[in-house]
């Protein structure tokens, strides 16, 4: 397991130690997956069957800054493994992005769909995507999007917990894409990993889609807070750095055939952060 140590690397980790299944849990500290001798000596010591990388560096503003930084973290990387994978013969597992898309879309993409990115964000995950698979034939490549759980340091992930500590928030109303839950998505890794059908895959949770501000209203309806305490906002009114695609709505089309179940409706998956989170809260501290 490569990126351990991430909000989707630590999901899975738990959820295959749950399992039973021998798990050597890697962060960026003991392996760097843009270091060529440091991934070859450790994919080759631990000898893993299925090598998921969730390793990446997903700060998309940062990655429009430092080209460099993206291309190797995010467009190297996924080669190295691969390589090494190809080399002991183990399935590669990588996640990839719904941003690999330019939003032009009105409806769900696909893979039948051609990525176009346009940030640098995109571009090094759709090259990190072709060069695993140019590598290694026994490469599963996972995209995903507007993933959110507990510890996650996103604006998904934090907004209830800012809002509770009074801070004034605003969400983007014109941006539209599927969450996904990380505990589900590390389900649908996990059975991945055990059909073993190296190709694309479109992993999200279940349900039409929303923008930021309506997963916001959401939440805040569920944990009985305010919907007023969260203001609207546009995209282009933030005026990020980098651009991002409006609409990144994603479904998979090869999931069925494969007996591959859909993960939850983000409502469902939603209200369980929301009851989990609730009750991190309360916890009392050591």
Known sequence: MAGAGGLVGGAVTSLCISAGENVVALDHRKLDISNPQSVRTIVKDTKPDVLINCAAWTDVDGCESDPAHAQAANGLGPELLASACRDIDALLITISTDYVFDGRKDGFYTQDDQPNPISVYGQSKLEGEQRAQATSQRTIVVRSGYIFGIGGNNFLSTFLARVRRGESLKAISDMTGTPTYAPDLARGLYRLAQIDA?????????????????????????????????????????????????????????????????????????????????????????
């Not at 209203?217 to 609207?232: E, T």
């Not at 546009?234 to 005026?239: C, I, Q, S, V």
């Not at 939850?264 to 929301?274: I, N, S």
Request: charged share 20%; glycine share 6%; proline share 9%.
């Open 198 to 286: 190296p190709g694309i895959y479109h992993l999200v949770n279940a349900g039409d889609g929303v923008s930021f501000k309506g997963f916001a209203d959401a939440a805040l309806q569920m944990a009985g807070l305010d919907p007023n305490l969260i203001k609207s906002t546009t995209l282009a009114e933030l005026n990020r750095p980098a651009p991002r695609p409006r609409n990144s709505r994603l479904r998979c089309l090869r999931s069925e055939e494969l007996g591959l179940e859909p993960l939850p409706d983000w409502r469902d998956a939603l209200a369980d952060f929301v009851k989990a989170q609730t009750a991190a809260q309360s916890a009392p501290s050591a």
